[in-house]
């Protein structure tokens, strides 16, 4: 499904340009001291973000940084509610109340803001889903399962979010406007920078869900791990993890620093292609980009295959080419009638069909299964086959642990 959604009167999607949450951080423990925003200059900085390009402004009252001075709710609650106040009606900006907690949501909802953006991804308070359903108001969730960013590697990244899904889609809420955080950052001490390595890289996965992806990226620790800058040194890092997201499919970026942002992904957003997409007489036809096995599962359940008949077409659904190089041309020969016995295909030079060169490179496409079946077969073989079997089976191991940490093709 094309990505296309109202958010409070903005436009989000792929087709539309990448939106901007201009960070207002009322909160004095924050990990970027550059970011915190004075009370009484709030509306300025405010209009300021606004006239940089921000149309959503996502409003703080308490640090997420792990290390950050706890505070009460209390004290939250008295950042907050003076700031929405001040801000509703008075900026051209979606306004977004950035808290976990259900009654302070509640709250700010009613003086006015727009939208919520739940860290935990509605885990640390079971209210908060009913709040949101009873406003009928997009939500920010974060990719979550016990507490706020807990999540380790893409393939967590994604059953979170998931089962968030599941869990609005049981409370009533139209799910088409949830907006998914894929939770960028040191969220919990044991994340270290590779799990956010690995979000990147992987980050287009997220377009399986049909909805907005938000990037919150700015500033944060992966990039001063990489740079070793603080956060006060880290807007170049930003900049190029911002672009990266945004050409892998991000529809919103959160940032405390608009001006350089916008040049940043207006920049990205003209580079990245479009997914073909056809639609007539309330007929749609899409390419589907999907690149890991479990993501074919997500999608044939989305569309009411039953569990079983998903994980039966499970390793049909990618094709892959492995490039097999100085083999003989004898074990090319069966190399490829073997494939094709079992579907796919093979393509060698000419010469060696005919026998005229010794040795051979080939091309050896197929699907999951019927590359399983071929390897299983090769190593019962004669000659190199066997060993060409078992290196074949590793490069796909190596290729899935390297590239999406899923070492169960041949399950």
Not at 111 to 120: E, F, H, M
């Amino acid at each position: 499904m094309v990505v296309d959604v109202d958010i409070c009167g903005l436009n989000v999607g792929d087709n539309h340009p990448v939106r901007l949450m201009g960070v207002l951080n009322l909160s004095h423990e924050s990990f970027y001291k550059g970011s915190v925003v004075r009370e009484d200059s709030l509306i300025d900085a405010a209009s300021a973000m606004v006239e940089e390009g921000a149309t959503v402004l996502d409003i703080g009252g308490r640090s997420t940084w792990p290390l950050a001075e706890p505070i009460s709710k209390e004290i939250e609650r008295e950042r907050l509610l003076p700031a929405i106040d001040a801000l509703a009606g008075n900026v051209d900006a979606v306004l977004s109340v950035d808290t976990v907690f259900a009654d302070i949501a509640d709250q700010c909802l009613d003086r006015g803001a727009d939208l919520v953006n739940d860290v935990s991804g509605f885990m640390t308070d079971v209210n908060m889903a009913d709040v949101v359903a009873d406003h009928e108001c997009p939500a920010v969730v974060m990719a979550s399962r016990k507490v706020p960013g807990d999540v380790l590697g893409m393939d967590a990244v994604m059953d979170s979010l998931e089962a968030i899904i599941e869990l609005c889609e049981g409370k009533g809420i139209d799910t088409d406007r949830l907006i998914l955080d894929p939770a960028i950052g040191k969220w919990v001490p044991e994340k270290d920078p590779t799990y956010d390595f690995e979000t990147f890289d992987r980050f287009e996965r997220l377009q399986l869900f049909g909805k907005p992806v938000l990037a919150a990226l700015s500033r944060k620790s992966f990039i001063g791990e990489v740079l070793n800058k603080p956060a006060a040194e880290r807007l170049y890092g930003s900049l190029a993890a911002t672009a990266i997201a945004v050409h892998k499919g991000a529809h919103i970026i959160r940032t405390h620093d608009v001006a350089a942002t916008t040049d940043a992904v207006r920049i990205a957003e003209a580079i990245r292609g479009r997914i073909p997409c056809q639609e007539a007489d309330e007929r749609q036809v899409r390419m589907l980009e999907v690149t890991d096995p479990d993501d074919s599962v997500r999608v044939m359940k989305s569309l009411g295959v039953t569990s079983t008949g998903a994980q039966v077409m499970k390793n049909k659904s990618l094709l892959f080419n492995l490039l097999v190089c100085n083999i003989t041309t004898t074990e090319a020969l069966i190399i490829k009638q073997e494939i094709l016995a079992r579907g796919g295909d093979a393509c060698l030079e000419r010469n060696a069909i005919s026998h005229e060169t010794e040795n051979t490179d080939l091309i050896v496409m197929g699907t999951l299964l019927q590359l399983k079946k071929l390897v299983a077969k090769l190593q019962c073989q004669a000659r190199g086959l066997p060993q060409i079997g078992t290196m074949m089976a590793t490069v796909l191991d190596e290729y899935y642990d390297v590239k999406y940490r899923y070492s169960s093709w041949k399950s």
